[in-house]
């Protein structure tokens, strides 16, 4: 075996030097595409994942690096009342905003999904919240909001309700944040929802139509079955993106009254901007990572289910 | 040849052919006083049209071909106030063109949000960048800036006298303010803004003969400006849901401006000294000095807290979500009989539709002092002590917003010059009659005799009505010159403290807290503060910063 090895060794090795110089220069070529993308990954994803790391072990005061505290950053998330109360609300908030947006979004998308007189603009009209950025949308809504004679509370009054304290009242202030979010992110469901219904066979249908099946049973049975790894992969876009809420937050209440509707990306903001503590703010970036990556594999799990593809 | 470029020139301003920045530049070339640039200036169409009140007069010489600061900048950081006719903002604006002619130098303004306005500057001084020569800082950033050693100390540019820079008066700043200038014995803060929180009324409602024949019968005693807050809380009770500015609404007793995040915590501060602080207890407020245990929920906070609940009931809900501007927009619409503030409020009221502002109140603005006790919980003994004549407390709460210099600057002389400038007398009487540029007045020269040396007709010239300038500068100098003054803390932290502070209060005022809770709350959030900064070096400077 050994001298057949000897033997047959040059004859594998002779065609193996030719292409070796293509596959060099194949690998060059390969390699000079790859690296921009590396660089980036290396530049903008693992410098700060590692740089954030040594952050949220060490002591910062005024943005300047102080003693290393190990694990102390992170023994604080869990003894921080005030952290804890800013989860709470913000899951209040994702939970809340999220499932109207479902809702109405995919309710939307099917009232728009038939012939109708002026679907084209109806359409557009219903997408241009999507379009404006969140910190106008907060600005917008302290006017929309205005309690003393405000566009909201005067139409409420013309219908012969009472004045709402919407950003004074603790309650309140949350149902107005949810409301804008809701307002912004609600095309975003019935947009991708649309699609995914004009992309649905219209045989299956028919053929229940014809089967007698009622309008809810061809929905229920049929169409929702259907969307659904779609409708999931958009509950789950808008989950993670809902965990992140921050723009309208701060331009609507700034956290208030109190801290009613402090959400944790605000709490971090607040902590490495005003107090300058990066170290504690680096660990509560990654609880948040933390949880994202929580629901992200809850659902992605369910989403991977729904398309039969191996787990 | 020069005096027909400077005719010229002259004519090209008053025609509307170039700015009031170009000519002011052009006139130091062409070597045109300051007095005479100042009348044409006067003179042109576009400060005529403006007409939002008094335009300060010029003070400094163009350089020509002499500038002492050619080719520098100074770049200014400064809360957004809302531009050229911003608060705060408006009068680096509006001395740009002069600064300029005058030095050879360039004047950046850099505007940004309240909440933006330390990170920023902390983060350019902390990296020792130096981005930002100057900082019309908060007077409650001096613990951390000094303590950090960021600020350059002026007293040598103050002291010189070789005509180097404008000329001012320091000891003309009274000795509440005065004191929020300095620290440990340095100059810091050249004087601009002089920050203090009075109380204003509306003085036709309290004139009314029928208000003051129902008040009495109401409440058994005459109406009256209200010298405690249990007065104060009638009063408010009483003028509550009344109309008050003839519109067939009805209104308010008293208006505030709680927005969380927004300098609300002042408002408690003001009101809470005289529940705290009394002739036994001159100083403690804030913490322990022997062993920094914060005192913020001592019997008197809290009785003072419950007050404050008490006597928001009788203004709009909103208030606490409202910011200063729509608070003070409420109380010059006529919507509320009382409010307590600082000294924007008083001007502002004099600013009236034809002066380009919205104030339906002119000569009906009465202030006095902010409101006392008939006793007070001395933290240092624990025990109620009761006054025979109500307790008024003095403050300087507020920022104070007022120019410091950084460190790290390229051009500190430059930038010393800027804010001497604008600190010279005949800037400041103006700015202080003005409600919009946010300037507020605490030096003798703001005041009337025999307090000081302006006059009523000064007040007049400035577009006042005499009764609201009497009223008004009388409240705020014995506010303050009062010989009890609020303990304003200046210790590194104090706006993570203070930011603490705001968010308990707030929760407590807008009922999601007891006032018990809230501020024990608070004490907790103090402790975490002091700890992670350190509590000796906290305990060394609040102890340095009492005088002990």
């Given at each position: 075996m050994r001298g057949e090895a000897t033997v047959e060794a040059p004859v594998r090795a002779a065609p193996r030097s030719e292409p070796s110089a293509r596959w060099r220069a194949r690998d060059r070529a390969k390699w000079f595409f790859l690296l921009p993308g590396v660089v980036w990954i290396l530049l903008f994803t693992i410098f700060p994942l590692l740089y954030a790391i040594r952050m949220s072990l060490h002591a910062y005061r005024f943005g300047i690096e102080g003693a290393f505290v190990g694990l102390g950053n992170f023994q604080r998330?869990?003894?921080?009342?005030?952290?804890?109360?800013?989860?709470?609300?913000?899951?209040?908030?994702?939970?809340?905003?999220?499932?109207?947006?479902?809702?109405?979004?995919?309710?939307?998308?099917?009232?728009?999904?038939?012939?109708?007189?002026?679907?084209g603009l109806l359409r557009t009209l219903a997408t241009l919240p999507l379009f404006a950025t969140p910190v106008a949308i907060g600005y917008l809504g302290i006017t929309l909001f205005y309690e003393e004679g405000g566009p909201v509370n005067a139409f409420i009054q013309t219908l012969g309700g009472s004045q709402v304290p919407w950003l004074s009242n603790p309650f309140w202030a949350k149902v107005a944040i949810i409301l804008l979010d809701i307002w912004q992110w609600t095309p975003f469901v019935f947009l991708v929802s649309l699609a995914g219904l004009q992309g649905l066979s219209q045989d299956l249908t028919e053929a229940s139509e014809v089967d007698g099946a009622a309008w809810w049973q061809s929905l229920v049975f049929i169409i929702l079955p259907l969307m659904a790894p779609l409708l999931w992969l958009?509950?789950?876009?808008?989950?993670?993106?809902?965990?992140?809420?921050?723009?309208?937050?701060?331009?609507?209440?700034?956290?208030?009254?109190?801290?009613?509707?402090?959400?944790?990306?605000?709490?971090?903001?607040?902590?490495?901007?005003?107090?300058?503590?990066?170290?504690?703010?680096?660990?509560?970036?990654?609880?948040?990572?933390?949880?994202?990556?929580?629901?992200?594999?809850?659902?992605?799990?369910?989403?991977?289910?729904?398309?039969?593809?191996?787990? | 040849m020069a005096d027909r470029k400077q005719l010229e020139l002259a004519r090209a301003l008053l025609a509307g052919r170039i700015d009031r920045r170009d000519f002011l530049k052009q006139a130091s070339v062409l070597g045109i006083s300051a007095a005479a640039a100042d009348l044409f200036l006067r003179a042109a169409p576009g400060a005529r049209a403006q007409d939002s009140g008094p335009v300060p007069p010029v003070v400094a010489e163009p350089c020509g071909d002499d500038c002492p600061f050619a080719g520098q900048t100074v770049t200014v950081l400064v809360n957004t106030g809302g531009g050229e006719k911003g608060s705060i903002e408006g009068p680096f604006h509006e001395v740009r063109a002069e600064f300029e002619a005058a030095t050879g130098a360039t004047l950046n303004i850099a505007a940004v949000p309240f909440e933006e306005h330390f990170p920023k500057l902390i983060e350019d001084m902390a990296s020792g960048t130096g981005q930002y020569d100057t900082s019309v800082a908060g007077a409650w950033w001096l613990g951390d800036l000094v303590a950090a050693d960021f600020l350059l100390a002026y007293d040598e540019y103050y002291n010189d006298t070789s005509g180097k820079f404008p000329e001012w008066d320091y000891d003309a700043v009274l000795t509440g303010p005065r004191s929020l200038l300095e620290y440990g014995g340095s100059k810091y803060m050249v004087p601009n803004d002089h920050d203090g929180q009075v109380l204003y009324y509306r003085s036709d409602l309290f004139a009314d003969s029928e208000h003051q024949a129902a008040f009495a019968e109401a409440y058994n005693y005459d109406l009256a400006v209200p010298t405690t807050w249990d007065q104060f809380a009638d009063i408010a009770e009483y003028f509550n849901g009344k109309d008050l500015n003839g519109d067939g609404e009805p209104d308010s007793g008293v208006v505030l401006h709680l927005k969380v995040g927004q300098q609300g915590m002042f408002h408690f501060m003001s009101f809470s000294a005289?529940?705290?602080?009394?002739?036994?207890?001159?100083?403690?407020?804030?913490?322990?000095?022997?062993?920094?245990?914060?005192?913020?929920?001592?019997?008197?906070?809290?009785?003072?807290?419950?007050?404050?609940?008490?006597?928001?009931?009788?203004?709009?809900?909103?208030?606490?979500?409202?910011?200063?501007?729509?608070?003070?927009?409420?109380?010059?619409?006529?919507?509320?009989?009382?409010?307590?503030?600082?000294?924007?409020?008083?001007?502002?009221?004099?600013?009236?539709?034809?002066?380009?502002?919205?104030?339906?109140?002119?000569?009906?603005?009465?202030?006095?002092?902010?409101?006392?006790?008939?006793?007070?919980?001395?933290?240092?003994?624990?025990?109620?002590?009761?006054?025979?004549?109500?307790?008024?407390?003095?403050?300087?709460?507020?920022?104070?917003?007022?120019?410091?210099?950084?460190?790290?600057?390229?051009?500190?002389?430059?930038?010393?010059?800027?804010?001497?400038?604008?600190?010279?007398?005949?800037?400041?009487?103006?700015?202080?009659?003005?409600?919009?540029?946010?300037?507020?007045?605490?030096?003798?020269?703001?005041?009337?005799?025999?307090?000081?040396?302006?006059?009523?007709?000064?007040?007049?010239?400035?577009?006042?009505?005499?009764?609201?300038?009497?009223?008004?500068?009388?409240?705020?100098?014995?506010?303050?010159?009062?010989?009890?003054?609020?303990?304003y803390l200046r210790i590194p932290g104090t706006f993570e403290y203070w930011q603490a502070f705001d968010v308990r209060l707030s929760e407590a005022v807008t009922g999601q807290s007891s006032a018990e809770d809230a501020l024990n709350a608070a004490v907790a959030d103090f402790e975490g503060i002091t700890d992670r900064l350190g509590r000796e070096t906290q305990l060394e400077q609040y102890r340095t910063s009492l005088g002990l």
């Amino acid at each position: 075996m050994r001298g057949e090895a000897t033997v047959e060794a040059p004859v594998r090795a002779a065609p193996r030097s030719e292409p070796s110089a293509r596959w060099r220069a194949r690998d060059r070529a390969k390699w000079f595409f790859l690296l921009p993308g590396v660089v980036w990954i290396l530049l903008f994803t693992i410098f700060p994942l590692l740089y954030a790391i040594r952050m949220s072990l060490h002591a910062y005061r005024f943005g300047i690096e102080g003693a290393f505290v190990g694990l102390g950053n992170f023994q604080r998330l869990l003894t921080d009342a005030v952290l804890h109360e800013d989860l709470v609300t913000t899951f209040q908030f994702v939970i809340s905003s999220v499932a109207v947006e479902m809702v109405v979004g995919v309710s939307l998308a099917l009232l728009f999904n038939r012939e109708m007189r002026g679907r084209g603009l109806l359409r557009t009209l219903a997408t241009l919240p999507l379009f404006a950025t969140p910190v106008a949308i907060g600005y917008l809504g302290i006017t929309l909001f205005y309690e003393e004679g405000g566009p909201v509370n005067a139409f409420i009054q013309t219908l012969g309700g009472s004045q709402v304290p919407w950003l004074s009242n603790p309650f309140w202030a949350k149902v107005a944040i949810i409301l804008l979010d809701i307002w912004q992110w609600t095309p975003f469901v019935f947009l991708v929802s649309l699609a995914g219904l004009q992309g649905l066979s219209q045989d299956l249908t028919e053929a229940s139509e014809v089967d007698g099946a009622a309008w809810w049973q061809s929905l229920v049975f049929i169409i929702l079955p259907l969307m659904a790894p779609l409708l999931w992969l958009i509950l789950l876009l808008r989950a993670i993106e809902a965990f992140k809420v921050f723009d309208t937050v701060v331009t609507l209440t700034a956290g208030g009254p109190g801290r009613a509707t402090e959400v944790i990306s605000r709490y971090t903001y607040i902590t490495m901007r005003k107090f300058s503590d990066y170290g504690y703010a680096a660990a509560q970036g990654f609880l948040l990572l933390l949880i994202v990556a929580i629901l992200f594999t809850l659902l992605w799990s369910r989403i991977k289910h729904n398309y039969g593809a191996p787990r | 040849m020069a005096d027909r470029k400077q005719l010229e020139l002259a004519r090209a301003l008053l025609a509307g052919r170039i700015d009031r920045r170009d000519f002011l530049k052009q006139a130091s070339v062409l070597g045109i006083s300051a007095a005479a640039a100042d009348l044409f200036l006067r003179a042109a169409p576009g400060a005529r049209a403006q007409d939002s009140g008094p335009v300060p007069p010029v003070v400094a010489e163009p350089c020509g071909d002499d500038c002492p600061f050619a080719g520098q900048t100074v770049t200014v950081l400064v809360n957004t106030g809302g531009g050229e006719k911003g608060s705060i903002e408006g009068p680096f604006h509006e001395v740009r063109a002069e600064f300029e002619a005058a030095t050879g130098a360039t004047l950046n303004i850099a505007a940004v949000p309240f909440e933006e306005h330390f990170p920023k500057l902390i983060e350019d001084m902390a990296s020792g960048t130096g981005q930002y020569d100057t900082s019309v800082a908060g007077a409650w950033w001096l613990g951390d800036l000094v303590a950090a050693d960021f600020l350059l100390a002026y007293d040598e540019y103050y002291n010189d006298t070789s005509g180097k820079f404008p000329e001012w008066d320091y000891d003309a700043v009274l000795t509440g303010p005065r004191s929020l200038l300095e620290y440990g014995g340095s100059k810091y803060m050249v004087p601009n803004d002089h920050d203090g929180q009075v109380l204003y009324y509306r003085s036709d409602l309290f004139a009314d003969s029928e208000h003051q024949a129902a008040f009495a019968e109401a409440y058994n005693y005459d109406l009256a400006v209200p010298t405690t807050w249990d007065q104060f809380a009638d009063i408010a009770e009483y003028f509550n849901g009344k109309d008050l500015n003839g519109d067939g609404e009805p209104d308010s007793g008293v208006v505030l401006h709680l927005k969380v995040g927004q300098q609300g915590m002042f408002h408690f501060m003001s009101f809470s000294a005289p529940f705290v602080i009394g002739p036994e207890n001159p100083k403690l407020y804030w913490f322990n000095p022997d062993d920094m245990t914060p005192l913020v929920n001592s019997a008197g906070h809290v009785a003072a807290l419950n007050k404050l609940i008490e006597i928001t009931k009788f203004g709009p809900e909103a208030m606490f979500g409202w910011n200063l501007p729509e608070g003070w927009s409420y109380f010059l619409a006529g919507r509320a009989a009382m409010t307590f503030t600082w000294g924007d409020l008083g001007a502002l009221a004099q600013e009236t539709a034809e002066r380009g502002g919205q104030s339906t109140v002119q000569g009906m603005t009465g202030a006095g002092p902010i409101p006392g006790t008939n006793g007070y919980f001395n933290v240092a003994t624990n025990a109620m002590v009761e006054t025979a004549e109500p307790n008024m407390v003095g403050n300087t709460t507020g920022g104070s917003w007022a120019g410091v210099i950084s460190k790290f600057s390229k051009a500190p002389e430059a930038t010393y010059f800027l804010l001497a400038l604008m600190a010279t007398k005949p800037k400041s009487v103006v700015y202080g009659y003005r409600g919009w540029d946010g300037v507020d007045p605490g030096r003798t020269f703001h005041f009337l005799p025999p307090n000081g040396d302006n006059s009523i007709e000064g007040y007049e010239g400035g577009g006042w009505a005499a009764a609201d300038a009497e009223a008004y500068t009388t409240a705020y100098f014995e506010n303050f010159g009062a010989e009890l003054q609020f303990p304003y803390l200046r210790i590194p932290g104090t706006f993570e403290y203070w930011q603490a502070f705001d968010v308990r209060l707030s929760e407590a005022v807008t009922g999601q807290s007891s006032a018990e809770d809230a501020l024990n709350a608070a004490v907790a959030d103090f402790e975490g503060i002091t700890d992670r900064l350190g509590r000796e070096t906290q305990l060394e400077q609040y102890r340095t910063s009492l005088g002990l």
